[in-house]
Every structure is written in C-alpha cells, then in structure tokens.
C-alpha cells in the first residue's frame, strides 16, 4: 500500500472515530442540558413558594424549610453546571487534537502530492504527456503506459479531493472549537452567578435561623402540639388499617391482598414503584420520611411516617394509583385524612379540606380527593405509602415511590 493509500486509510478510520465520539458527546450534551433544565424548573418553583411565604411571614419554619430546598437545588445546579463545564473542558481538549491531527495529515497529503509531481516531471509525465505514451517501443507497452497515465491522472485527482476534504474539515472544527470556547464561558458566567445568588440564600437562612432562635419557647409549645397530632394522626391510620384487615380475614374472600385480584393489585403498584406521579400538581418536599432533628430546635426529633409536600394554596391533591377509598376521617389540627387501598399497599393523604370522595369508593390515578388545607400561610400536604400483608403493618418511604421531583 502506497503512502497516499496509508493517509487516505488514517483518515477513513479518524473519521469514523471522530463520528462516534460526536455523537456521543452530543448526546451528553443533551442528557446534561435536560437534567439542567429540570433542575432549574424545580428551583424556580421552589422560590416560588418561598416568596409566598416570605409574604406570608407567618411560619419562619416553612419558610426556612423552603430556603433549605432553595439551598440544596441550587447546589444541585451547580453541580450540573460544573459536568458541563467538565465535560465541554474535554470537547476543548479532543477539537484542539483533532485540529494539530488534521493539520498533519494536511500536511503529508500535500508533501505526498509534491513527490508525485515530481516524479512525474522526472518521468517526463507532465511535459507532454502524448509524447510519453507514443514513445513507447510496443503496443503492449503503449497499453501499460496508457493505463499508468490514467492512474496518474485519478490519483492526482483523489489526491487534491483530499486536500480539499481534509482542509473543509479543519475549518468546521476550528468553528466547533470556537462554538465550545464560547460555550465554556457561558457555563462559567452562570456559575459565578449562581454561587452568588447561593451565597445570599445562605445568608437569608442566617437571618431567618437567627430570628428563630428569640422564639424558641414558642416553637417548642408548637412543637409539642404538632407532635401530639402526629401521634393521633398515626395511630388512627393504624387502627383503621387493622380493622380493614380484621374485617377482610372475617369475610368469605379472606384478606383482600392475598386473593388472585389482590396479588394482581398489588403486584402492578410494585411495579410502578419510582415512577408514580406526586399527589399535587406542584409541590417542593420539605419534610423527609423517618427521623430527623428539628430544623431549628436542639436536640427535638420528629419521626415522620411520610413526607411533608409544600405547595400551592388550594392545590388539589390527587390519587398516584387506581384503588379503592377505604377510609375517610378527620383528626383535629390534622384536617381531613383519606386512605387508599392498592392490594398489599395503602397510600395516605392527609391535612386535606374539602373532601371530594367517600369510603367505598373505586378510584384511578389522577383523581381529585379534596383540597390541601391552609394553616398559618403554609399549604402542606401529607402522604404516606404503608405496606399491608400479613403480619407486616409499615410505612414505607413514599419518596422511592415517587417519580424524582
């Protein structure tokens, strides 16, 4: 194989190399893109509750439990932001070597095309090239001659078509390399930014901790009451969920999650686990499921048996599955609770006003079960996911049910 052969060869191979490399950086780029834009979306909604509560200034803690979202997004944000900006650091560095690899081959391709002209000046090709071919002692010769003229000629041809590919090539990869010097600044700019606007939410969470601290007698008594409801709240659930299953075991049918329908049940809410909708059209969760100091109070715990959803004043909480409404009651300072029954499962919504279902009643995914009630400014609904089978009586954690918000 001749050098021209060797080049043409290397460039095939980088080509289909650079390809795939692109294309999936293209992709990267855009997986990152989306995740960004997630992101922001669910931090433009999280401030967005928080200005309501600042407004409000009614419930410091809801507020601070807000700014901590705020907090935790934003880093999220820059996190991506720094991928990115990794990720574009090495596009950078892969343009900059393709550009130095194609000014090579450039290079050789042109060095390889003066020695054939050269050499076709020694062999008198490029003089006259008539001449050549009439010179020749047999028509057998003339015939050799003839053909080398013709490969002479294409590969002069191929050789400059080359020379020409390989330089429009360099020039769209020093726009590329200009595209992603350009982007590379952009993702800086937004990170400056966005440490800056990080470094003021934390100074808004100081101030408002601080402002916590002259009302702690205060908050302790609220703290008492709010874990008293918690406590009848979570024992009224487990006493109805005990009943509804004492009630199944007396029947014919025996306890609903271990008939075939309820197995089916059952088994169709395992399998949508992490992919469930939230119970609100639009919400920021500000209580965690299990354990957790208090946000502002020393050595004050809450043992939370869901999660706790900010949102919107009048938003509509809506079912996550297809089910049956097995309980309906109210607690006070707890508002409305409804109990949902899916086979072995029981989703749980509760601190709801305005009722939209009754016991007994057969539901699908997305329905309407009443409306968040407002305390204090602040419009949290409640939500449990229990795991119901046999002897097993649980809350689980509802978040891993829940699509990623």
Request: charged letters at 25%.
């Amino acid at each position: 194989m001749n050098s021209s052969a060797v080049i043409r060869s290397k460039l095939i191979v980088l080509g289909l190399l650079l390809a795939v490399a692109v294309q999936g950086l293209a992709q990267s780029k855009a997986d990152l893109q989306r995740q960004r834009d997630e992101i922001a979306a669910q931090l433009a909604n999280t401030e967005r509750l928080l200005g309501q509560a600042r407004e409000n200034r009614s419930n410091a803690v809801s507020e601070l439990q807000l700014v901590d979202q705020v907090i935790a997004k934003r880093e999220a944000l820059i996190r991506k932001y720094r991928e990115a900006l990794r990720q574009n650091e090495r596009a950078l560095n892969g343009t900059d070597s393709e550009i130095r690899s194609l000014e090579g081959h450039i290079a050789a391709l042109r060095d390889e095309y003066a020695r054939m002209v050269q050499q076709a000046y020694r062999m008198k090709l490029a003089e006259n090239p008539m001449l050549y071919l009439f010179a020749a002692e047999s028509f057998s010769q003339a015939v050799l001659r003839f053909q080398l003229l013709q490969s002479y000629a294409e590969l002069r041809k191929a050789q400059v078509t080359e020379i020409q590919s390989a330089q429009e090539d360099l020039t769209a990869k020093r726009t590329t390399l200009e595209e992603e010097r350009r982007t590379t600044q952009q993702l800086l700019d937004g990170i400056a930014a966005e440490r800056e606007q990080l470094n003021a939410d934390r100074a808004e969470r100081e101030r408002i901790v601080q402002s916590l601290k002259s009302e702690e007698e205060r908050l302790r008594r609220e703290q008492r009451q709010a874990a008293a409801e918690r406590d009848r709240l979570n024992a009224e659930i487990r006493r109805l969920i005990e009943a509804e299953l004492a009630a199944e075991r007396a029947s014919s049918a025996g306890e609903y999650a271990l008939t075939p329908a309820g197995k089916i049940v059952s088994e169709a809410f395992e399998r949508n686990k992490s992919t469930l909708p939230w119970p609100v059209m639009r919400g920021v969760m500000t209580g965690r499921f299990g354990r957790q100091n208090h946000p502002t109070l020393p050595g004050i715990t809450i043992d939370n048996n869901g999660i706790d959803i900010t949102t919107d004043a009048g938003a509509a909480a809506t079912a996550i599955f297809d089910g049956r409404v097995t309980s309906v009651f109210d607690i006070p300072g707890s508002g409305a609770t409804i109990i949902v029954s899916h086979g072995a499962y029981r989703t749980v919504y509760s601190n709801l006003t305005s009722v939209a279902v009754a016991k007994g009643q057969e539901i699908t995914r997305g329905s309407p079960l009443g409306k968040v009630r407002t305390v204090g400014g602040s419009s949290v609904l409640h939500f449990e996911v229990w795991k119901i089978q046999g002897n097993e009586k649980s809350p689980v954690d509802p978040a891993a049910w829940l699509v990623r918000g």
